[in-house]
């Protein structure tokens, strides 16, 4: 069992180490592919919010966004390996914050080819999302291993 538990946890936190590690080969000075890919989306949940809730989301480069992604995606997945909650709290939050942005099908038209292909991502970051949440369920569920405590031998009697 531990040893399908480990290789269960390297197989799902290998996806967030791969792309964690391409795209920080890719960032270069400006943040690379992956900014200018989330830089109009980006545009559009900052608009979204400010009109819909009337929240001034404040001025953020948008390098720094994915130089965080990176960070929460690299250090969750290897600290996931070896199966810290911590790790699954800041690959949760990089899912919470990162998929409504990046995964926006609710902005195309259901006939849109964009519109299906964003919807699947959408539903497989909702899988890995829920797979983490059932994680630290089952992390938290799990009683702490008791010590013993050790009592008086007995005396013997004659």
């Known amino acids: 069992m531990g040893f399908t538990s480990f290789a269960g946890r390297v197989l799902f936190a290998s996806v967030f180490i791969l792309s ?7 960032f270069g000075v400006d943040g690379g592919p992956a900014a200018k890919a989330f830089k109009p989306k980006f545009d559009v949940f900052t608009h979204h919010v400010n ?14 966004i994915v130089g965080a992604g990176i960070a929460l995606k690299g250090i969750g997945g290897i600290l996931f390996i070896f199966g810290s909650s911590l790790a699954a709290y800041l690959l949760v939050l990089y899912l919470a914050i990162s998929t409504p942005i990046l995964c926006d099908f609710y902005n195309y038209d259901i006939e849109k080819t964009e519109f299906l292909q964003l919807f699947l991502k959408f539903t497989q ?8 949440l059932f994680f630290l369920g089952m992390k938290n569920s799990i009683p702490r291993r008791q010590l013993k405590k050790k009592t008086a031998p007995k005396t013997k009697t004659i």
């Open 20 to 26: 964690a590690w391409q795209e920080f080969n890719e």
């Open 51 to 64: 009109s819909c809730l009337g929240v001034h989301v404040p001025e953020i480069e948008i390098k720094h």
């Open 125 to 132: 970051s909702l899988a890995l999302f829920g797979a983490l």
